[in-house]
Each structure stands twice: as structure tokens, then as C-alpha cells.
């Protein structure tokens, strides 16, 4: 499927907090997405000229969940001038996006379940994920605070770096004793380090990995060549040929 | 129709070379983007002689009211722009600018000699800001050294020949008028400023390329000054470009002498950009909102 050419402006609908998480909704009629797919986000106004004069850029932003009548989800954390301009925005104002972008995940083959494995704010297409094929979801935090974002899934298991909530270590402990109960395929997106232990633990036994990468974009359609990560092929582009890899094409 | 080196465009706005890819786009929008094409011509990204990785990321670093790129010119290689992208690109409903990009003169002779035989490519934009081995500086820096690159690449092509100017360099009009008296057909300007961005942590540069180039509003007025001085400097056509957001910015461009005016950075914030500058030239240049 593809986006409709141009930037585009939707009306925010909601606003929902999960600990430092912000779970905004807006209307896109347009939206059809497959999990794992993205948008760029800025917001209509007051776009730029903040501290440092930015964002200027719009930002790559993981589509959470779609539902019923266009409404479109997004999970956000305020971590730089970007994100926290999209955290403040509220209910009637708008976003001027481009989207959805990007190759999600794929289905499942029938009748095979699935394991979803997150790391922080990487549980966002997770969401869409279990939403539409079910799966077992694993989800890592720094700490109990930022758990209360687990609420947005199904019987999940938590781990905790610090230990406040649930298992005290990180996600991938608990992805290795699921596996061993029985190997699935896994789906995750979360930071560098966790997904390197995910395709590491993937080689090991022998399961497939879909993982949705981040990476700073300047356009998202494939025009600045500056999200790219190194795989087996040489660079590949996260926004066009991502943001979903196998695991085991990366370098 | 506008005219421009013997090409008839629908209008003065065209994109600045590696701010639009019209084959990437076409996999992302469909073939729909082309019934819409926002640019009156379609400048390629740079082709050179063999296939370049490009640099290793972090390639991007967002700065005030810009971005700072070290995106390395990857691509796949004069053949295979010849015989991969030029065919997917016949559809494309405005002229074709290649531009190209060699470490010598004799590897630029080389690139505009293979294209003569193209007749989708309508013009060739010279990307002249590549560093010269010896000297370490661009090739396109030095006035004298321009003027001998182009003396020697125009015999062989029947193309128009644009030359990217850099704006890195001490006179960039002295730039401009070496390049016009080595016969080229017209210039276009600016390249991005040659710029650092350091790693928050204080580890050192962020790009993976070590320095990069500076786009976006923050050069506006940089490439104001720099149209301006080689618009008053040359009698070829100048293709103006740095910053230009709004219909505004490039009616500016083009009051400072500029012929076409070119939208790179904003296109990464919305493909269709183009085509909004292009109606605000048109309506009077009253900003429409975006």
C-alpha cells in the first residue's frame, strides 16, 4: 500500500498518559497500516523555533495501533526537542504528517504463534502487532515508572533494569526461558543493544526474528539516504527497505 | 514556459540534487507522485564512474533551523544508472538533470561522455565538490582549475552543462566566472556549508563521516549573499538554492538574480513541497499554510 503524496494534515483526538509514556490519537481516514509501520510527525504549529531553534525536522514515529474509523495511535517519550513538542500536543490541535511509511511486519504463517519481545518505547508496534496476530508479549524498562506503558498490551511479562518491576534484569532473559519452553518466531523492537541480544539468542536457537529498527530519519520516503544500517547486502535505508528486518540479514 | 538553457520548464521550481529521489518515490507514493511531480525539472543525485557505499552512519545531525548530512553520495554506479534507473525513470513527466561527479578531470570527461548517448538526460549539473587528492581542497574551489575542468569536459558533451558551484571555497564568484569562461551553460548554487557536529556525550564528531554539510533555512541568507554575487558576476543563467522554504524565500532568489530556483532540505519535510513553492511564486508569493 502506498502513503498519499505530500505532507498532510489529521486533527488529535486523544491524549493518554502511561508513566513518561504519551499515547496520542489522531484521524487519519487515509490510514491503513500494516503493523510496523511509521509516520512523520511535526505538529502544525508552533513547529521549530524552540530551544536551540529546533525540531525543524518532522520525526519518524512507529504507528501504535490503528482503529475503528481512522483513528491512529501513536506512542511517544519525551527525549529531545522533537518528541517533546509532539508530547505537549493536545486533543483539537494538528499534526502535519506523511505516512504511513515503510515495510511492517509481516503476518505470521497460519496457525504459528508468535513471540513479541520490546525494549521501552520499542513496544509501540507491538501493540498493532498483538493486536492483529496475538503472541506472547516480553516487554523491558528502565524501571517501574516506565512499566506503566505494559498496560497497552495483553498479559505481558515485565522485566526491570533496576528491578522495581517485575523480573529484575532485561528482556532478553525472559525471551530465552520462553524459547527454550517452545521456540516461536520473534517480533521485537526496542534499543540497539536489546536487539542485538534478540538476534543473537535467534542465531542460538534457531527461530526466526523480525526486528523493527529506529534511526534518525530527515525525510522518511527514501530521498536522504541517512537512516541506513549495514546488513548482509551493505547499507539498506530504514524508512524504504525497513523499518522491519530479518534479523538475520543484518551485518 | 520558462527557459532555461534551451529546456522548457512549467515553472522555475526544480530540486536540489539528492533532496528528491523520483524512483524511491514512486515506491513509496505510487506512480500517482508522477501525475503530480512537484519539480518543472527532476535533478538526479550524483552518479559517479564506480558504485560508492556512501559513509558510514550516523549520517544526519538535526541543527538550529537545519541539518548537518555526511550521507557520502552513495550510489550504484554510472552503468547501473544507465541501464537500471533511466529506464524507470521514462515516465517522468519533466526534464532530466543527471548529475555527476568525478575525482579528476578526466574521470568527469568520462561520466558526461557516456551520457551523450542518453537522450532521456536533457542536461548534465556538474557536482564540482569533490575533494582533489592533491590539493585537498574541492575541485570546484579554485577559479582557474574550474575553468580548465570545464574547457575539457565541454568539447565532449552537446549537453547543457550546469556546474554545481561550492560554497566552500574564498570567491565564489571568481568561481562562477572561471566556469562560465571554461564554456559552461549555467551555474547553480548553493552546495551545503561545510559544518561539524559533536556527539552529545563529548565523544567527538557525531557523523560517521567525520564533518558534513549544512542545509536547511539556517543558509538562507548565506546563499542569498552568494546568488547575488555570482548573478552580478556572470551573464549565464544561476539556479539559485539554500533554505528556500515558501514561495517567499524564492521569489528573494530570484530577485538576487537568480533564473530557477531549487528546493532541497524542504523536500525532505514534505515531498510536495515543490509544487507549494511554485504556487506561492505563482499567486503573488503570499505564503500558503503548510
Known amino acids: 500500500m502506498t502513503a498519499p503524496f505530500g505532507r498532510r494534515r489529521i486533527g488529535v483526538v486523544t491524549r493518554r498518559e502511561f508513566g513518561p509514556y504519551v499515547v496520542l490519537g489522531a484521524l487519519d481516514e487515509l490510514a491503513r497500516a500494516q503493523p510496523g509501520q511509521f509516520y512523520m510527525l511535526a505538529t502544525a504549529e508552533r513547529w521549530g523555533g524552540g530551544e536551540g531553534e529546533r525540531p525543524y525536522l518532522a520525526r519518524a514515529v512507529s504507528i501504535m495501533r ?10 511517544l517519550e519525551d527525549v529531545g526537542p522533537g518528541t517533546r513538542r509532539l508530547c505537549e500536543a493536545a486533543p483539537g490541535e494538528e499534526l502535519a504528517v506523511l505516512g504511513p511509511l515503510g515495510h511492517g511486519f509481516e503476518a505470521p504463517a497460519a496457525g504459528v504463534e508468535v513471540l513479541l519481545a520490546g525494549g521501552g518505547i520499542g513496544i509501540a508496534p507491538l501493540v498493532a502487532v498483538q493486536e492483529r496476530w496475538g503472541g506472547q508479549a516480553l516487554l523491558g524498562f528502565r524501571d ?6 505494559a498496560a497497552l498490551l495483553r498479559e505481558p511479562l515485565i522485566a526491570t533494569d533496576d528491578g522495581s518491576a517485575g523480573h529484575h534484569g532485561v528482556v532478553s532473559e525472559l525471551l530465552e526461558a520462553e524459547l527454550e519452553r517452545a521456540r516461536r518466531p520473534v517480533y521485537a523492537c526496542g534499543p540497539p543493544a536489546m536487539l542485538a541480544a534478540v538476534r543473537q539468542l535467534a542465531r542460538k536457537l534457531e527461530v526466526a526474528c523480525a526486528l523493527a529498527l529506529e534511526a534518525p530519519m530527515a525525510c522518511g520516503f527514501g530521498a536522504c539516504h541517512g537512516c541506513v544500517v549495514a546488513t548482509v547486502d551493505g547499507y539498506r535505508r530504514v524508512c524504504v527497505d525497513g523499518p522491519v528486518f530479518d534479523g538475520a540479514l543484518l551485518a | 514556459m520558462i527557459e532555461f538553457c534551451g529546456l522548457r520548464l512549467r515553472h522555475r521550481v526544480i530540486n536540489a540534487s539528492g533532496c528528491f529521489d523520483a524512483l524511491s518515490a514512486e515506491r513509496v507514493f505510487g506512480e500517482q507522485h508522477f501525475a503530480q511531480f512537484p519539480f518543472a525539472a527532476y535533478v538526479s543525485k550524483t552518479i559517479t564512474l564506480a558504485a560508492r557505499e556512501g559513509n558510514p552512519p550516523p549520517r544526519l545531525w538535526e541543527s538550529a533551523a537545519g541539518l548537518i548530512n555526511s550521507i557520502g553520495l552513495p550510489n550504484r554506479g554510472l552503468r547501473a544508472y544507465i541501464d537500471a534507473d533511466l529506464p524507470a525513470l521514462a515516465g517522468l513527466p519533466v526534464p532530466l538533470i543527471t548529475n555527476v561527479m568525478g575525482s579528476t578531470m578526466e574521470e568527469v570527461g568520462e561520466l558526461v561522455e557516456a551520457l551523450e548517448d542518453q537522450r532521456q538526460v536533457a542536461a548534465i549539473e556538474l557536482n564540482v565538490s569533490c575533494p582533489n587528492v592533491a590539493t585537498g581542497l574541492d575541485i570546484g574551489a579554485d577559479p582557474r582549475g574550474l575553468e580548465a575542468l570545464l574547457r575539457h569536459v565541454r568539447p565532449l558533451s552537446s549537453r547543457p552543462l550546469i556546474v554545481k558551484l561550492t560554497p566552500n571555497t574564498a570567491d565564489v564568484a571568481a568561481c562562477a566566472a572561471g566556469a562560465q569562461a571554461g564554456g559552461a551553460d549555467a551555474v547553480s548554487l548553493i552546495n551545503t556549508l561545510r559544518a561539524v557536529a559533536l556527539a552529545p556525550d563529548g565523544s567527538g564528531a557525531w557523523l560517521g563521516g567525520g ?13 542569498l549573499a552568494q546568488v547575488s554575487a555570482v548573478a552580478g558576476r556572470v551573464t549565464i543563467p544561476v539556479v539559485g538554492m539554500g533554505g528556500v522554504s515558501c514561495g517567499r524565500d524564492a521569489r528573494e532568489l530570484l530577485d538576487a538574480g537568480a533564473t530557477l530556483v531549487a528546493v532541497g532540505t524542504e523536500s525532505f519535510r514534505d515531498p510536495a513541497a515543490g509544487a507549494r513553492i511554485a504556487r506561492e511564486l505563482e499567486d503573488g508569493f503570499t505564503q500558503i499554510a503548510h
Open chain 1, 66 to 75: 490503528t482503529g475503528q474509523d481512522g483513528l491512529v495511535e501513536f506512542l
Open chain 1, 144 to 149: 517501574r515508572a516506565h512499566a506503566d506503558g
Open chain 2, 211 to 223: 564533518s558534513g554539510g549544512l542545509s536547511g533555512p539556517a543558509i538562507r541568507t548565506v546563499a
